[in-house]
């Protein structure tokens, strides 16, 4: 991929990486079925797992602090 810095790290981070989530989707939704990941008991685990992730997460970015300045920023 040939393209400025900021343009290929975007390009990379969003369409190259979130595509594969997608397609492994899709392809296990035409495999499986709808109705069979529906009624899968890994589902409900899944949630949880993805619902701690998230908060994790959030909790370090909360903790994380600027070493200019030492105040408490989102970014």
């Not at 990941?37 to 949880?48: I, Q």
């Not at 959030?58 to 994380?64: A, I, V």
Request: overall charge positive.
């Amino acid at each position: 991929m040939v393209a400025p810095t900021p343009v290929s790290a975007l390009l990379h981070a969003v369409a190259v990486v979130k595509a594969g989530v997608f397609t492994v989707l899709k392809v296990a939704v035409y495999v499986f079925g709808i109705d069979l990941l529906g009624t899968l008991a890994a589902t409900t685990w899944l949630a949880w797992v993805a619902a701690a992730t998230i908060i994790l997460v959030l909790w370090s970015l909360f903790k994380k602090t600027t070493s200019k300045r030492g105040s408490r920023t989102l970014l």
